[in-house]
């Protein structure tokens, strides 16, 4: 009823390109932002922001990431643990070596790193394709594990063999380090988030978005209409692996603050390719749902188990391990395309409630 | 020329592309052998056969997709070395296929847009941004695609993802994506398979069309004969990779070899 | 990290002067590819009939274990037990056919392949909700004795893992060109739409190919459990046997086996003889590596046919 678009007239094609062309859903946005932004920090407690809200924000960025990797380039990746590695421990590199280093420029040379190594994994992608190339980035995964774990410099030699989050200040402010407030945190990787995810919306619908696509659905033919394979994959793979790169670096600097390479295990990486799943591949907006669907969904579940049933922290997390797997089935099947469908169709039906058609 | 001698007298140019000698075999099997053929420039060449003669290969051996074991391939005066694909779309040759290529997860504006994308030149850090130049250029494309719409008639089915569409649009959708990049030179392969009459009549008008007023050069392959003596200026027929005849369709369609191939009649 | 000393000259001192040794560093890596073999094939067989790219292969193969030492345990003879994990298997196929399988028809690779990764998380949970999750010992009476041949040391469990296999494959091989079944299999994994038009039943077809696969499953638990006891590492060895199938090739049995006797051996031969230089615990990454190098040679594995490309 009052969600409909009759008398808003498009006059230039810009208008009807624009991201949210929609009126309703424009104020819809800016209202989610405002909310975000300015009521969640003055309102929520460090539970929420530190077991919550700051792991979905880094875990988005890091679907989003893997999104336009897999989801509009159609290269499967399952070395996302791998390439956030990359830039975690770049970024603790950066922060440790350069004290005086400017957070940002900390946070994008992390990501640059990241997006090198994620280039010379992408190589083989010319010649391999599909489940092969899935594998093929295993040997990233496994391999940037191990060296990280390996290679003493990468940790300072530390001799726990952890790395930890030094604390550095923006605009005066603690952002990272134990010490930082965990609103901070929160608003540094939503703001992160957001400027991604509007990046990542412009670049989809550009020239670039458009070969990634084209190769997706039809490697051969987007070849001979002049779209190079090789530099069009590489290219997603150096963005791709830069997103992910930052959220890795987030997921240290921001959420953890100190890490073991265990955290960036390949069940980090099977964990992330749900998120994209469950939210919709090729999709920005379903990178965010899938994350905040698997940040939720175990945490509500071991509340529902342990604290409502009583049930024993172990033999909950089997359950749960039951739960996520069919779930995982049953979204499969009544949505493959994932939860960023599902809005959209409720969309177009409270475009024309409460007429059926 | 053309034979329903509706079509103005047009004026052929020269050689736009050269075919010499061309063999290519996959494993044992020959898919093409010494098949020698020119295309001049505006006209409206058909390459036809029966099933399995080496048609389509023959496409794919002038855009660059498969590399002929002998022979040589001359376009715009240059012989070419090892080319490949994307190549041969930036000098200009686009194409459509005979089972459809288009990209299904994408619109028919977007998959139009595809074909435009050897002209955008921005980089991929001003098109994050959607500023400036880069959005500048989004939207001058955007009005050239709109044209080439508004030609095929496409309109009402802008915003429709192609993978919805009957097979008819999907096969205009496609012509739309090669006529986006300009070429000089358009393969279609059996761009009217599967039609019924009236779309075929729309597409035969979207091709005379082009061919009259961009002065693009076809090469066509098809089934319908009709079609293509009603079209095309020149025929070059293939049988079992080899060709059997080269010429004008009224002197083509008199050929003794070429009723033979079609009649089945027994090779020795 | 060595220098070019310690990865060149070194190991191939090492070689030559024990070559008993290296004899017997080749054979733990044969044995150890044995096992990958096995977890391969079950993902070959999967992958062959139904484009399935089945992550849940070496799920499997822990749930197989886990069931056959919770039967043993309620006191039921060895043999009763396994046939009765057998028929566990079939009844898992069935239900993931009707389940899983049968609402995903027609979907994209892609997301059968996701469905099947929900299955491994759920496959996991559940054998732990059964049979809890603490490490068990698999006895089922195979000899475990070491003796020397020449020299060489061997070990009777080797040589009964490496018959074990041989029979697998020989039988697989034998049902897949000798059976009706087999040849129905066959032609479903050439063209599913062409198979159902000349009446082969896909539904029972996949049924059958993951009850072969889960009878695969079984005896890849098996072997692996009795050698280092069922526990959830088990299924990690699916992550041993991928390198395996993108060297022998997604479709391929004996890609399958010759890959995973390929990997064994550079895997172990690698530890042993580069892996101090480079600081240890190489055996995660080097099988994908010498995958992804090969792969850069011959795309289409080890057996695949070269792929002719059409438009």
Request: overall charge neutral; proline content about 4%; some cysteine.
């Given at each position: 009823m009052f969600?409909?678009e009759?008398?808003?007239?498009?006059?230039?094609?810009?208008a009807?390109?624009?991201?949210?062309?929609?009126?309703?859903?424009?104020?819809?946005?800016?209202?989610?932002?405002?909310f975000?932004?300015?009521?969640?920090?003055?309102?929520?407690?460090d539970y929420?922001?530190?077991?919550?809200?700051?792991?979905?924000?880094?875990?988005?960025?890091?679907?989003?990431?893997?999104?336009?990797?897999?989801?509009?380039?159609?290269?499967?990746?399952?070395?996302?643990?791998?390439?956030?590695?990359?830039g975690?421990?770049?970024f603790?590199?950066?922060?440790?070596?350069?004290?005086?280093?400017?957070?940002?420029?900390?946070?994008?040379?992390?990501g640059?790193?990241?997006?090198?190594?994620?280039?010379?994994?992408?190589?083989?992608?010319?010649?391999?394709?599909?489940f092969?190339?899935?594998?093929?980035?295993?040997?990233?995964?496994?391999?940037?594990?191990?060296?990280?774990?390996?290679v003493?410099?990468?940790?300072?030699?530390?001799?726990?063999?952890?790395?930890?989050?030094?604390?550095?200040?923006?605009?005066?402010?603690?952002?990272?380090?134990?010490?930082?407030?965990?609103?901070?945190?929160?608003?540094?990787?939503?703001?992160?988030?957001?400027?991604?995810?509007?990046?990542?919306?412009?670049?989809?619908?550009?020239?670039?978005?458009?070969?990634?696509?084209?190769?997706?659905?039809?490697?051969?033919?987007?070849?001979?209409?002049g779209?190079?394979?090789?530099?069009?994959?590489?290219l997603a793979?150096?963005?791709?692996s830069?997103?992910?790169?930052?959220?890795?670096?987030?997921?240290f600097?921001l959420?953890?603050?100190?890490?073991?390479?265990?955290?960036?295990?390949?069940?980090?990486s099977?964990?992330?390719?749900?998120?994209?799943?469950?939210?919709?591949?090729?999709?920005?907006m379903?990178s965010?749902m899938?994350?905040?669907?698997?940040?939720?969904?175990?945490?509500?579940?071991?509340?529902?188990?342990?604290?409502?049933?009583?049930m024993?922290?172990?033999?909950?997390?089997?359950?749960?391990?039951m739960?996520?797997?069919?779930?995982?089935?049953?979204?499969?099947?009544?949505e493959p395309?994932?939860?960023?469908?599902?809005?959209?169709?409720?969309k177009?039906?409270?475009?024309?409630?409460?007429?059926?058609? | 020329?053309?034979?329903?001698?509706?079509?103005?007298?047009?004026?052929?140019?020269?050689?736009?592309?050269?075919?010499?000698?061309?063999?290519?075999?996959?494993?044992g099997?020959?898919?093409?052998s010494?098949?020698s053929?020119?295309?001049?420039?505006?006209?409206?060449?058909?390459?036809?056969?029966?099933?399995?003669?080496?048609?389509?290969?023959?496409?794919?051996?002038?855009?660059?997709?498969?590399h002929?074991?002998?022979?040589?391939?001359?376009?715009?005066?240059?012989?070419?070395?090892?080319?490949?694909?994307h190549?041969?779309?930036?000098?200009?040759?686009?194409?459509?296929?005979?089972?459809?290529?288009?990209?299904?997860?994408?619109?028919?504006?977007?998959?139009?847009?595809?074909?435009?994308?050897?002209?955008?030149?921005?980089?991929?850090?001003?098109q994050?941004?959607?500023?400036?130049?880069?959005?500048?250029e989004?939207?001058?494309?955007?009005?050239?695609?709109?044209?080439?719409?508004?030609?095929?008639?496409?309109?009402?089915?802008?915003?429709?993802?192609?993978?919805?569409?009957p097979?008819?649009?999907?096969?205009?959708?496609?012509?739309?994506?090669?006529?986006?990049a300009?070429?000089?030179?358009?393969?279609?392969?059996?761009?009217?398979?599967?039609?019924?009459?009236?779309?075929?009549?729309?597409?035969?008008?979207y091709?005379?069309?082009?061919n009259?007023?961009?002065?693009?050069?076809?090469?066509l392959?098809?089934?319908?004969?009709?079609?293509?003596m009603?079209?095309?200026?020149?025929?070059?027929?293939?049988?079992?990779?080899?060709k059997?005849?080269?010429?004008?369709?009224?002197?083509?369609?008199?050929?003794q070899?070429v009723?033979?191939?079609?009649?089945?009649?027994?090779h020795? | 990290?060595?220098t070019?000393?310690?990865?060149?000259?070194?190991?191939?001192?090492?070689?030559?002067?024990?070559?008993?040794?290296?004899?017997?560093?080749v054979?733990?890596?044969?044995s150890?590819?044995?096992?990958?073999?096995?977890?391969?094939?079950?993902?070959?067989?999967?992958?062959?009939?139904?484009g399935v790219?089945?992550?849940?292969?070496?799920?499997?193969?822990?749930?197989?274990?886990?069931?056959?030492v919770?039967?043993?345990?309620?006191?039921?003879?060895a043999?009763?037990?396994?046939?009765?994990t057998?028929?566990?298997?079939?009844?898992?196929?069935?239900?993931?056919?009707?389940?899983?399988?049968?609402?995903?028809?027609?979907?994209d690779?892609?997301?059968?392949?996701?469905?099947?990764?929900g299955?491994a998380?759920?496959?996991?949970?559940?054998?732990?909700?059964?049979?809890?999750?603490?490490?068990?010992?698999?006895?089922?009476?195979?000899?475990?004795?070491?003796?020397?041949f020449?020299?060489?040391?061997?070990?009777?469990?080797?040589l009964?893992?490496?018959?074990?296999?041989?029979?697998?494959?020989?039988?697989?091989?034998?049902?897949?060109h000798?059976?009706?079944?087999?040849?129905?299999?066959?032609?479903?994994?050439?063209?599913?739409?062409?198979?159902?038009?000349?009446g082969?039943?896909l539904?029972?077809?996949?049924?059958?190919?993951?009850?072969?696969?889960?009878l695969?499953?079984?005896?890849?638990?098996?072997?692996w459990?009795?050698?280092?006891?069922?526990?959830?590492?088990?299924?990690?060895?699916?992550?041993?046997?991928?390198?395996?199938?993108?060297?022998?090739?997604?479709?391929?049995?004996?890609g399958?086996?010759?890959?995973?006797?390929?990997?064994?051996v550079?895997?172990?031969?690698?530890e042993?003889?580069?892996?101090?230089?480079?600081?240890?615990?190489?055996?995660?990454?080097?099988?994908?590596?010498?995958?992804?190098?090969?792969?850069?040679?011959?795309?289409?594995?080890?057996?695949g046919?070269?792929?002719?490309?059409?438009?």
């Amino acid at each position: 009823m009052f969600y409909r678009e009759a008398g808003q007239f498009k006059t230039g094609y810009a208008a009807d390109q624009a991201i949210f062309p929609i009126l309703q859903d424009r104020l819809f946005v800016i209202a989610v932002l405002a909310f975000a932004f300015v009521v969640v920090p003055l309102t929520a407690n460090d539970y929420w922001f530190q077991a919550i809200l700051t792991p979905f924000l880094v875990y988005a960025l890091t679907a989003l990431g893997l999104n336009i990797l897999t989801g509009y380039a159609g290269q499967i990746s399952l070395g996302t643990g791998g390439f956030m590695a990359v830039g975690a421990y770049s970024f603790y590199k950066l922060t440790t070596g350069f004290p005086e280093m400017n957070l940002i420029v900390a946070f994008l040379i992390a990501g640059c790193f990241s997006a090198a190594v994620g280039v010379v994994f992408g190589l083989p992608s010319l010649r391999i394709k599909g489940f092969y190339l899935a594998v093929a980035t295993l040997a990233a995964q496994f391999f940037l594990v191990w060296l990280f774990n390996k290679v003493g410099w990468f940790y300072n030699y530390n001799p726990s063999g952890t790395i930890d989050a030094p604390p550095r200040e923006m605009f005066g402010v603690l952002v990272t380090g134990a010490a930082a407030k965990p609103a901070v945190k929160y608003l540094a990787a939503l703001s992160m988030l957001t400027v991604f995810a509007l990046l990542t919306k412009n670049l989809v619908r550009s020239a670039v978005g458009r070969s990634w696509m084209a190769i997706r659905d039809m490697d051969i033919a987007a070849e001979i209409i002049g779209i190079r394979p090789l530099r069009t994959k590489l290219l997603a793979f150096a963005i791709s692996s830069f997103v992910v790169g930052i959220a890795g670096a987030e997921l240290f600097a921001l959420h953890l603050g100190s890490v073991e390479t265990i955290a960036f295990d390949v069940t980090l990486s099977f964990n992330i390719l749900f998120m994209i799943i469950i939210g919709g591949l090729g999709s920005v907006m379903g990178s965010i749902m899938g994350a905040a669907f698997l940040v939720l969904m175990p945490i509500a579940l071991t509340n529902l188990l342990v604290g409502g049933f009583g049930m024993q922290a172990t033999s909950a997390k089997h359950l749960e391990f039951m739960v996520l797997g069919a779930l995982i089935i049953f979204f499969l099947i009544v949505e493959p395309h994932g939860l960023a469908r599902l809005w959209q169709i409720a969309k177009d039906k409270l475009r024309l409630w409460p007429f059926p058609h | 020329m053309a034979a329903n001698g509706l079509i103005p007298q047009k004026k052929e140019g020269g050689v736009l592309l050269k075919a010499e000698d061309i063999s290519l075999s996959f494993g044992g099997v020959k898919a093409l052998s010494n098949v020698s053929f020119e295309v001049h420039e505006h006209q409206v060449l058909a390459i036809i056969g029966p099933n399995g003669a080496g048609k389509s290969s023959m496409l794919n051996c002038i855009n660059g997709f498969y590399h002929p074991q002998e022979g040589r391939i001359t376009y715009k005066g240059v012989t070419r070395k090892q080319m490949k694909p994307h190549d041969a779309a930036a000098q200009g040759i686009a194409r459509t296929f005979q089972n459809i290529a288009l990209f299904k997860g994408m619109n028919t504006l977007d998959n139009i847009m595809t074909g435009r994308n050897l002209k955008m030149k921005r980089n991929f850090l001003l098109q994050a941004l959607y500023l400036g130049p880069a959005l500048k250029e989004e939207l001058e494309h955007r009005e050239f695609v709109e044209n080439i719409i508004d030609f095929l008639e496409i309109e009402h089915i802008r915003k429709t993802p192609v993978g919805k569409l009957p097979y008819g649009l999907q096969k205009r959708v496609e012509l739309g994506r090669a006529l986006a990049a300009e070429p000089d030179m358009l393969l279609l392969d059996e761009p009217m398979a599967g039609m019924n009459l009236e779309e075929k009549q729309d597409m035969c008008r979207y091709i005379l069309d082009v061919n009259d007023e961009f002065g693009t050069t076809i090469v066509l392959i098809e089934h319908d004969m009709g079609v293509v003596m009603d079209i095309s200026d020149h025929v070059v027929v293939l049988d079992y990779g080899r060709k059997i005849a080269d010429g004008p369709p009224e002197e083509v369609r008199t050929n003794q070899d070429v009723i033979d191939a079609y009649l089945g009649v027994s090779h020795d | 990290m060595g220098t070019v000393y310690d990865f060149i000259v070194l190991p191939l001192i090492d070689i030559v002067e024990y070559p008993l040794f290296f004899i017997e560093v080749v054979i733990g890596g044969l044995s150890a590819g044995v096992m990958y073999s096995l977890v391969a094939l079950g993902f070959v067989l999967i992958f062959k009939a139904s484009g399935v790219f089945n992550f849940a292969q070496g799920v499997l193969a822990l749930f197989a274990a886990l069931t056959l030492v919770g039967i043993m345990d309620w006191g039921i003879p060895a043999p009763l037990a396994i046939l009765a994990t057998a028929g566990v298997m079939v009844a898992l196929a069935i239900a993931i056919e009707r389940l899983m399988l049968r609402p995903l028809v027609n979907q994209d690779q892609i997301i059968l392949f996701m469905s099947t990764l929900g299955l491994a998380y759920f496959l996991e949970g559940l054998g732990d909700t059964l049979w809890g999750s603490n490490v068990k010992r698999l006895d089922l009476g195979i000899p475990e004795k070491s003796f020397e041949f020449q020299g060489i040391l061997l070990n009777q469990f080797e040589l009964v893992a490496a018959g074990t296999a041989a029979v697998m494959v020989t039988v697989l091989a034998v049902f897949f060109h000798r059976t009706r079944v087999g040849r129905a299999l066959r032609a479903v994994a050439d063209d599913h739409q062409a198979a159902l038009s000349v009446g082969i039943p896909l539904k029972s077809i996949w049924i059958i190919v993951w009850s072969v696969a889960g009878l695969v499953a079984l005896v890849a638990g098996i072997m692996w459990g009795t050698k280092s006891g069922v526990q959830f590492s088990l299924s990690l060895i699916a992550l041993k046997a991928l390198p395996v199938l993108i060297l022998g090739g997604f479709t391929s049995v004996p890609g399958a086996i010759v890959g995973g006797l390929i990997i064994g051996v550079g895997e172990k031969v690698a530890e042993v003889y580069w892996g101090p230089a480079l600081g240890g615990a190489i055996e995660g990454w080097f099988a994908y590596m010498l995958a992804l190098v090969f792969l850069m040679f011959r795309p289409q594995g080890l057996f695949g046919d070269v792929i002719i490309e059409r438009v």
